[in-house]
């Protein structure tokens, strides 16, 4: 079966340091990766999507970056984190074709005080 | 994509059905109706879809009016962990990049004993 990581669970960086989440995912090849964000009290944001090794699309700009070194490796950076970065991130994954059932990882909150 | 109406907020009442509405009256012949609801603190979870027909899994029923203008998705038997914030998407199946969902508000459901 498959399943998803995410690590770390929770995080809490000071204004201005570097950020790295990572997500995997096991048991399914070539899948399409997502990174979300969730501000407390709001709904989910789509901040990136990947449908490859090296395939990065964007959907907000921001000050974040998102890359895919492996096919199953999906990874969301900041150079320099704002306030405004604090939130719940959460990796998704889904198979190519067919249906739109996307599953997602038990999140990262982050806290940048 | 077609856009849906959900209420804010329900309660029901533990071991009762919970019938939770969605209007998307703005819909097309070729877009599913999909159903992930977020337990707090978690990432989202997949629960159900269908496009034309009512559909039923080991988590839940989908009802599909006969114009597709809305539908119901129905827990038979509320319990407190199904305590959650319940999403209701409406999405065109393609394989393009990134397909990916748009999460809106959605419904707090808050079963209570």
């Known amino acids: 079966s498959q399943t998803i990581h995410q690590w770390p669970a929770t995080l809490v960086q000071p204004v201005g340091s570097p950020l790295s989440l990572e997500c995997t995912v096991e048991?399914?090849?070539?899948?399409?990766l997502y990174w979300y964000r969730q501000a407390a009290g709001r709904g989910l944001q789509l901040l990136f999507y990947?449908?490859?090794?090296?395939?990065i699309s964007s959907e907000v700009p921001q000050n974040l970056s998102a890359s895919r070194p492996q096919d199953r490796q999906f990874i969301l950076s900041s150079k320099k984190l704002l306030l405004s970065d604090s939130g719940f991130y959460l990796c998704a994954w889904r198979t190519k074709g067919g249906t739109y059932e996307q599953y997602f990882g038990p999140g990262t909150r982050l806290t940048v005080t | 994509d077609a856009k849906t109406t959900q209420p804010p907020s329900m309660d029901c009442a533990e071991g009762r059905a919970a019938n939770l509405p969605c209007n998307h009256s703005?819909?097309?012949?070729?877009?599913?109706v999909y159903w992930y609801r977020q337990i707090h603190s978690q990432g989202p979870q997949y629960i159900i879809h269908g496009l034309k027909n009512n559909e039923t899994n080991e988590m839940a029923s989908l009802i599909i009016t006969e114009d597709r203008k809305s539908s119901t998705l129905i827990l038979p038997h509320a319990t407190l962990r199904d305590t959650a914030v319940y999403y209701c998407?409406?999405?065109?199946?393609?394989?393009?990049?990134?397909?990916?969902?748009?999460f809106g508000g959605g419904t707090r459901l808050m079963v209570k004993p």
């Open positions: 998407i409406v999405r065109v199946v393609n394989n393009n990049a990134g397909n990916m969902l748009t």
């Open positions: 703005t819909i097309s012949g070729n877009e599913y």
């Open positions: 990947s449908v490859g090794i090296g395939q």
């Open positions: 048991g399914t090849s070539n899948p399409n």
